[in-house]
């Protein structure tokens, strides 16, 4: 048996050792070299990263500036790069539609990065829906509702009334209250309601138990008729004609109010019309049915100036007479007739401005005229014009001793003075500063 060297296996198993280790520090080198080039190949083909700051959408209105809000990038090697982002943008911002932002950046090695922000410069105003006619409406249990019209504009789009969506639930067949809604969108999807009240009822109005605890004492309407063109006194405290809806002045402004009770079908009116059209002032008629229907030409040329024309009742009683349980459908049609007429003749609802016949009222009559959706409309200035040989001068200065903020004239058209004086008098009012308005635009 041949002898072993244990010495030298022990040498020969250290160098094998050694061997082994040089071998692996050798391979582990290459390895890394090749991740190390792996990862600079990686790095030179990826894209810088852009983020955007605040919304990657935003919306303008028309003319609105666009504050750019920023960005941030930064390389593959995690490098700041935000100062060499270049921004650009197509905004027009006053034209309506979509643009970009466009932001684009490259890194060192050649890397483009391109990122977008959309905005919208868009129309946000609303469009707009006007109801012509009452926005509450009573009509008989099976009476047909009729449409007293509407219409919609945008500032964008113009009229855009054949655009109205409209949402009619009223069943007439039954007693209840119910909502017609109208409902219009822009091109920019800008959307708008409107709603009409219609209550079915089983009669336009019932005489209430309340009614008898208020004053039905007739009284007849006064002026204070101060010469001096301060605003007056009047029959009654303008506070208390207000729980009522009733006014017998405007508000202390320089405004006059003009107003005609008809008095007789033979008049002057016809040339008063004219004389306010000449001037461009609208007055108020309260007229009875009669004189309407045998003047149906006159008051469609009135309405279509422009003029209003108020309710003055069918027979021209004194309604405080009628202001009781007994009468009250006597009552409601003298203003219900009177109303029907109107609308016959015209087309279009009447105006809601009603003045009691005789100047005789009471707080009961006041009341349920107003429960008829009415104003009552008294007066602050007049005098006894109702004669047939009042002259111009005579006419003219008592106009002109009683004009006042806010007054609300009362005239008949009767004599052929008041007439005659009209054209001085608005030319008057005019130097004056005053200008004239209709009492239906008093509210206050």
Same mark, same amino acid.
């Given at each position: 048996?041949?002898?072993?060297?244990?010495?030298?296996? $022990?040498?020969?198993?250290?160098?094998?050792?050694?061997?082994?280790?040089?071998?692996?520090?050798?391979?582990?080198?290459?390895?890394?070299?090749?991740?190390?080039?792996?990862?600079?190949?990686?790095?030179?083909?990826?894209?810088?990263?852009?983020?955007?700051?605040?919304?990657?959408?935003?919306?303008?209105?028309?003319?609105?500036?666009?504050?750019?809000?920023?960005?941030?990038?930064?390389?593959?090697?995690?490098?700041?790069?935000?100062?060499?982002?270049?921004?650009?943008?197509?905004?027009?911002?006053?034209?309506?539609?979509?643009?970009?932002?466009?932001?684009?950046?490259?890194?060192?090695?050649?890397?483009?990065?391109?990122?977008?922000?959309?905005?919208?410069?868009?129309?946000?105003?609303?469009?707009?829906?006007?109801?012509?006619?009452?926005?509450?409406?009573?009509?008989?249990?099976?009476?047909?509702?009729?449409?007293?019209?509407?219409?919609?504009?945008?500032?964008?789009?113009?009229?855009?009334?054949?655009?109205?969506?409209?949402?009619?639930?009223?069943?007439?067949?039954?007693?209840?209250?119910?909502?017609?809604?109208?409902?219009?969108?822009?091109?920019?999807?800008?959307?708008?309601?409107?709603?009409?009240?219609?209550?079915?009822?089983?009669?336009?109005?019932?005489?209430?138990?309340?009614?008898?605890?208020?004053?039905?004492?007739?009284? /007849?309407?006064?002026?204070?008729?101060?010469?001096?063109?301060?605003?007056?006194?009047?029959?009654?405290?303008?506070?208390?004609?207000?729980?009522?809806?009733?006014?017998?002045?405007?508000?202390?402004?320089?405004?006059?109010?003009?107003? *005609?009770?008809?008095?007789?079908?033979?008049? *002057?009116?016809?040339?008063?019309?004219?004389?306010?059209?000449?001037?461009?002032?609208?007055?108020?008629?309260?007229?009875?049915?009669?004189?309407?229907?045998?003047?149906?030409?006159?008051?469609?040329?009135?309405?279509?100036?422009?003029?209003?024309?108020?309710?003055?009742?069918?027979?021209?009683?004194?309604?405080?007479?009628?202001?009781?349980?007994?009468?009250?459908?006597?009552?409601?049609?003298?203003?219900?007739?009177?109303?029907? =007429?109107?609308?016959?003749?015209?087309?279009?609802?009447?105006?809601?401005?009603?003045?009691?016949?005789?100047?005789?009222?009471?707080?009961?009559?006041?009341?349920?005229?107003?429960?008829?959706?009415?104003? =009552?409309?008294?007066?602050?200035?007049?005098?006894?014009?109702?004669?047939?040989?009042?002259?111009?001068?005579?006419?003219?200065?008592?106009?002109?001793?009683?004009?006042?903020?806010?007054?609300?004239? $009362?005239?008949?058209?009767?004599?052929?003075?008041?007439?005659?004086?009209?054209?001085?008098?608005?030319?008057?009012?005019?130097?004056? /500063?005053?200008?004239?308005?209709?009492?239906?635009?008093?509210? *206050?």
């Amino acid at each position: 048996m041949r002898y072993i060297n244990k010495k030298n296996v $022990l040498i020969g198993i250290t160098l094998l050792i050694v061997i082994l280790f040089v071998v692996f520090i050798i391979n582990n080198k290459n390895d890394t070299k090749v991740n190390i080039k792996n990862e600079s190949i990686v790095k030179k083909n990826t894209k810088p990263i852009i983020t955007i700051i605040g919304e990657n959408i935003i919306e303008l209105e028309k003319g609105e500036e666009y504050i750019e809000k920023g960005s941030k990038a930064t390389d593959s090697d995690g490098n700041d790069i935000t100062n060499d982002i270049k921004i650009t943008n197509n905004i027009n911002i006053n034209k309506y539609g979509e643009y970009k932002v466009i932001y684009e950046v490259s890194d060192k090695y050649g890397n483009k990065a391109i990122k977008l922000r959309k905005v919208i410069v868009k129309d946000k105003i609303l469009p707009e829906i006007k109801l012509k006619g009452r926005v509450v409406i009573d009509i008989l249990l099976g009476e047909d509702y009729t449409e007293e019209g509407y219409s919609a504009i945008d500032n964008i789009d113009g009229d855009i009334t054949d655009k109205v969506v409209i949402d009619n639930k009223v069943d007439n067949k039954k007693i209840g209250n119910y909502k017609i809604t109208y409902k219009v969108s822009d091109t920019s999807g800008n959307t708008v309601t409107r709603i009409r009240n219609i209550n079915v009822v089983n009669k336009l109005l019932e005489y209430k138990s309340e009614y008898d605890k208020i004053d039905n004492t007739i009284n /007849g309407w006064w002026s204070g008729n101060k010469f001096d063109n301060k605003r007056p006194d009047g029959a009654a405290n303008i506070d208390d004609l207000k729980k009522y809806n009733a006014y017998f002045m405007g508000p202390d402004e320089k405004k006059i109010y003009l107003t *005609y009770d008809e008095g007789a079908n033979d008049t *002057y009116l016809p040339q008063i019309v004219d004389v306010l059209n000449k001037y461009n002032v609208k007055a108020t008629f309260f007229l009875c049915r009669n004189y309407m229907n045998m003047n149906k030409n006159l008051i469609r040329k009135m309405v279509e100036s422009g003029h209003s024309i108020g309710n003055h009742t069918y027979h021209h009683y004194s309604m405080p007479t009628l202001a009781n349980k007994k009468d009250f459908d006597s009552f409601i049609y003298e203003i219900k007739s009177t109303e029907t =007429t109107y609308e016959e003749i015209t087309g279009k609802k009447m105006d809601k401005v009603y003045r009691e016949p005789k100047g005789e009222w009471s707080y009961r009559s006041l009341a349920i005229i107003k429960d008829l959706g009415y104003k =009552t409309f008294f007066y602050s200035a007049d005098y006894l014009d109702f004669k047939s040989d009042v002259s111009k001068s005579y006419a003219l200065d008592k106009m002109m001793k009683r004009y006042h903020n806010g007054a609300i004239y $009362l005239f008949h058209p009767k004599n052929k003075g008041n007439y005659e004086a009209l054209s001085e008098f608005i030319e008057n009012m005019k130097k004056l /500063g005053y200008t004239f308005d209709l009492v239906k635009n008093i509210d *206050y």
